[in-house]
């Protein structure tokens, strides 16, 4: 693993940009796609959001942290992590239009779009002790000259 | 994110600039629903143009004023799509309810035809 970067921010959705533009200066070393940045940086905003949202329910506070490394030459990992109220059941979390929201026109999409935009997801979390979403995206455009 | 409105007849133009996400999603909803109520239009378009990057928010938004909509025999179309956001669109099969344009043009036509016969 190389080249280990650690953000923490405020678990507000405030900083949802910031986590994206964090993310993209960081593979943007890495010489990604347009394509493949867009997909990144999208990756990351759902994750963000997931940890603000339902990371910290209601009038909860707390921190959301980023770390990102390259684990191989065009390979990165990027792990999302809150300490909030955990996630009970992870498959049904991660299906497709599943929603604990009902009134807020959220889609439930956010698991399925970094699924698809990213080549492995892992989700681990426990009830009362937050959730770490683990991304990683290999960057198929790398040449090594 | 700014939005700047159009009125064509019945329609209202919504034209989106710059990012949305979760964060600003909740005041895309509420401009669009106060600017569809303040000019009393029926159909309502969408133009992503401008728009530089979307997550799953945006899904959130056109269904929801999809379904407001169409409870009052309006009817939303989208133009202007960036592949990505296309992509994005399609993973929730929003373009089984939405009709997509290339243009903006062609999608205030379809409404305004539609309206007419």
């Known amino acids: ?145 | 994110m700014d939005m700047i409105f159009n009125i064509k007849e019945n329609i209202l133009v919504a034209e989106l600039f710059g990012e949305l996400d979760h964060h600003a999603a909740g005041k895309v909803r509420e401009d669009t629903d106060s600017a569809m109520e303040t000019y009393g239009c029926r159909d309502l378009v969408f133009d992503f143009t401008r728009v530089t990057f979307m997550d799953s928010s945006g899904i959130g938004v056109i269904l929801g004023r999809y379904r407001k909509l169409s409870a009052a025999g309006g009817r939303v179309a989208i133009t202007g799509c960036s592949l990505t956001v296309r992509n994005i669109l399609n993973m929730a099969g929003v373009f089984s309810l939405v009709d997509y344009f290339d243009t903006r043009d062609e999608a205030v036509n379809y409404l305004n035809r539609k309206e007419v016969s």
């Open chain 1, 1 to 145: 693993m190389e080249k280990i970067l650690k953000v923490q921010m405020e678990a507000v959705l405030e900083n949802q940009g910031l986590a994206r533009a964090v993310a993209a200066a960081y593979a943007s070393e890495l010489d990604p796609t347009v394509e493949e940045l867009t997909e990144i940086k999208t990756a990351v905003s759902e994750a963000f959001s997931n940890a603000a949202i339902h990371g910290y329910p209601g009038d909860m506070s707390g921190s959301v942290t980023m770390e990102i490394a390259t684990i191989r030459p065009s390979t990165i990992m990027i792990k999302i992590s809150d300490q909030g109220v955990g996630i009970e059941d992870i498959a049904q979390a991660m299906e497709p239009l599943f929603t604990t929201d009902t009134g807020d026109e959220r889609s439930g999409m956010g698991f399925t779009v970094m699924e698809s935009f990213t080549d492995k997801i892992k989700v681990d979390s426990r009830p009362g002790e937050g959730t770490t979403v683990t991304l990683i995206k290999k960057l198929d455009t790398y040449y090594d000259f």
